[in-house]
């Protein structure tokens, strides 16, 4: 049964799903995180369960109506709306914002997981053995993700479709960052920058009536691996989506404890103070992108220099980035008390 929403909940909504697809664009940040601490995280994933064999029953059957009430349509297309307007609008701002200023959004993004981490475990409850040893796991697992080597570039189509899989876990999985995944695993140039650049293109062209594109046989690839990676996608979103609403029912705090955990561990990926490592050839020089930009092997962490002015601004905004946390959910607290 979809709840009844009123104006002002159906544009919180969207504001909430365009959050998340900011969040999803940046390595290191979860938009599981913002359906967490936004509180609609439960409702988000028991409404993807909904996505099964009965909806799609009702789908063939013509019943369309009837699917949109089953599967929470309301609720999910408002939250995907917003991500959609936040892919063309905000993560375009943010682009330019990690390029300017890279070192102060890090900060922010830093504070904001902070922020998170007080919030979601001031409501855990008690804590007892079990609680800190499943806590301990997702620290230790978030950590250990942190340091991984990255791979190297695979367009294979089975490869790319376990990429989809994989990286859709960060909406799903609130620690967990899925352009972070794709940098460990090799292809996030190519499925995020390359193949969505390519759709870009052939888009513009379509709109012009210049049908080109159909004999540019690179352009079809990189069509083809966006489709492949989309496909993948859906497949991870639908099958863990199913994983989490059954352990969400039979261990609910410990998998609380795991996420709690897997942010706290993830806090390494976010360090605002570090230096990218660039991919390089055989001959020492840095790989260069179809964008003409050098691509990112990993990132050199290092310790701040507390006399420095440009430290103590990025500390005011790893503030900002917890009072931001902080403040939206006291405004949610508010919002669902009247």
């Known amino acids: 049964m979809q709840q009844t929403r009123t104006f002002t909940d159906k544009i919180l909504l969207v504001l909430k799903g365009l959050a998340m697809g900011a969040a999803n664009k940046v390595p ?48 999910l297309g408002l939250l995907i ?44 409850g008690e804590w007892d053995r079990n609680s800190i040893l499943f806590a301990a796991l997702g620290i230790l697992a978030g950590i250990g993700i942190s340091f991984l080597e990255p791979a190297r570039e695979n367009d294979n189509l089975w490869f790319v479709f376990i990429c989809g899989m994989i990286s859709v876990s960060g909406m799903t999985l609130p620690g967990l960052s899925g352009s972070f995944i794709l940098i460990l695993l090799g292809n996030y ?16 062209e379509v709109i012009l009536l210049d049908f080109s594109f159909v004999d540019n046989s690179e352009r079809l690839r990189m069509l083809q691996v966006l489709v492949v990676f989309a496909a993948g996608s859906l497949a991870g979103l639908v099958s863990l989506s199913h994983l989490l609403g059954y352990v969400l029912k039979k261990s609910k705090k410990e998998t609380f404890a795991v996420i709690i955990g897997f942010i706290t ?74």
């Not at 509180?39 to 988000?44: D, P």
């Not at 140039?189 to 870009?200: E, F, M, P, T």
């Not at 701040?304 to 405004?331: C, H, K, N, Q, R």
Request: proline share 2%.
């Open 81 to 124: 709306l917003g991500m959609l307007i936040s892919y063309f609008s905000v993560s375009k701002i943010l682009d330019y914002l990690i390029v300017h200023y890279e070192l102060y959004v890090w900060s922010a993004f830093f504070g904001m997981i902070i922020g998170s981490i007080y919030y979601i475990s001031k409501d855990f």
């Open 265 to 338: 561990g993830s806090l390494g990926v976010v360090w605002p103070w570090k230096e990218k490592i660039y991919k390089l050839n055989e001959t020492g020089e840095p790989l260069i992108d179809r964008e003409g930009n050098k691509i990112i092997d990993n990132y050199d962490r290092y310790l701040p220099d507390i006399g420095t002015s440009e430290t103590w601004l990025a500390i005011f905004f790893i503030l900002i980035g917890i009072f931001i946390v902080l403040g939206l959910a006291w405004y949610e607290n508010r919002n669902s008390k009247q």
């Open 189 to 204: 140039v190519l499925l995020l920058v390359d193949s969505v650049n390519a759709l870009y293109d052939t888009m513009a």
């Open 28 to 75: 290191g940040v979860s938009g599981g995180v913002v359906a967490f601490v936004a509180g609609f995280y439960e409702e988000f994933i028991y409404s993807l369960q909904k996505i099964n064999l009965k909806a799609f029953k009702l789908l063939i059957s013509g019943r369309f109506k009837s699917l949109y009430r089953y599967v929470n349509g309301k609720f």
